[in-house]
């Protein structure tokens, strides 16, 4: 390991995005764990980010921030509060930041903010230049990197090593019990195989249509005999009327019944995960659970597919691909897969894991 990093003992890892992003962090935390043993690692997110800490057993301590340099116009006009957050760094006594960003953020300014908070050492990736912002840095990566990738590359730029490229989580012993409770009150017992459905995403461009999602898991339960659990934020309950109509006594509601724990712990027991390119596909793929993801043109599938998880993804060659766009002026035409093709993959994807493979524990999810 390179020198002087091989003596920090007080580390900051910022990964400012959402709850996938966060997760996709766990190899670097895992890995700075495992080269620096005794070291306490400061995760920082976003508010939303932080929700996915507790899966993550690597973090000692979680900051939890919004940052101007990734806000999408809710923050005021407040250099005080940028004062505050560079205060609350300086208390810290970091020895070192490391800045995970995606191929088009910069990390100028997060790095700045360290500097000014007095961290000695500043690991980030950069298409630009930054003068000093920075004192080690990564040379470009391609931006098709799968981000995890991406993010290990950094690391091993400072010299850590790297034993495991793959994520995992730990579903917590609390969150397993709830879970367990929620689908018994509703008639299913331990160990009795479900699907779950985790039909909504945070952006329009990036979620298949739910009426055609609400067939899918239909057809599928009809299939197998299964009963599908139906899993969503709180503020998704308004919008999930009609997809439960058409699910009928198919489907168990836990839509805003759940926090991010309780949905790993039912992405763990589930023999089948329906789901978009969103949180759901990486905590899946942390848990190896088989997965159906219809996944959008916003991005390349090279960036954020899942690598370890069975899995079937899902979608249609567009010209506008890839858009990074939130809303889609176009129809979804990447989307446009039709649900007998939908139903087709899972029912493939179950057949080559069989009925056994799904029991035995999954990779990372006790890490």
């Not at 010299?159 to 730990?170: C, H, P, Q, T, W």
């Not at 093709?341 to 057949?351: I, K, M, P, R």
């Amino acid at each position: 390991m390179n020198e002087p990093w091989a003596a920090a003992r007080r580390l900051l890892v910022m990964r400012l995005d959402n709850i996938g992003d966060v997760v996709m962090a766990g190899p670097v935390l895992r890995a700075l764990k495992e080269n620096l043993p005794g070291s306490h690692v400061t995760l920082m997110a976003s508010p939303g980010g932080s929700k996915a800490a507790p899966l993550l057993p690597w973090a000692d301590e979680v900051l939890s921030w919004r940052v101007l340099w990734q806000d999408l116009g809710r923050l005021s006009f407040d250099p005080a509060r940028e004062w505050e957050m560079i205060e609350t760094l300086k208390k810290g006594s970091y020895d070192a930041a490391i800045i995970l960003t995606s191929f088009k953020q910069t990390p100028h300014a997060a790095g700045y903010a360290c500097y000014l908070a007095g961290i000695p050492l500043r690991l980030g990736e950069s298409k630009e230049w930054g003068g000093g912002v920075l004192t080690d840095e990564a040379p470009t990566a391609p931006d098709e990197l799968h981000q995890t990738e991406r993010n290990l590359r950094l690391v091993e730029q400072a010299g850590f090593r790297v034993k495991d490229r793959a994520l995992s989580i730990r579903v917590p012993e609390g969150a397993c019990k709830a879970a367990a409770e929620l689908l018994k009150t509703r008639g299913v017992l331990p160990d009795a195989p479900y699907l779950l459905l985790s039909p909504w995403t945070s952006a329009q461009a990036r979620t298949y249509g739910t009426d055609r999602f609400a067939l899918v898991a239909r057809c599928l339960s009809e299939e197998t005999g299964w009963p599908v659990v139906v899993s969503g934020t709180k503020d998704e309950q308004e919008r999930s009327g009609r997809l439960l109509d058409t699910l009928g006594n198919r489907s168990l509601d836990l839509v805003g019944a759940t926090d991010l724990g309780v949905l790993a712990a039912l992405i763990e027991g589930a023999r089948l995960v329906l789901t978009n390119n969103t949180s759901t596909m990486h905590l899946a793929d942390a848990l190896c659970a088989p997965s159906v993801v219809l996944y959008s043109g916003t991005e390349l599938e090279s960036q954020w597919r899942p690598r370890s998880a069975p899995h079937r993804l899902l979608r249609r060659e567009t010209w506008c691909s890839p858009c990074y766009a939130f809303a889609c002026p176009y129809d979804l035409e990447c989307l446009d897969v039709p649900p007998e093709e939908v139903v087709g993959a899972g029912l493939s994807l179950l057949g080559e894991v069989g009925d056994e493979a799904v029991k035995v524990p999954r990779r990372g999810s006790r890490a």
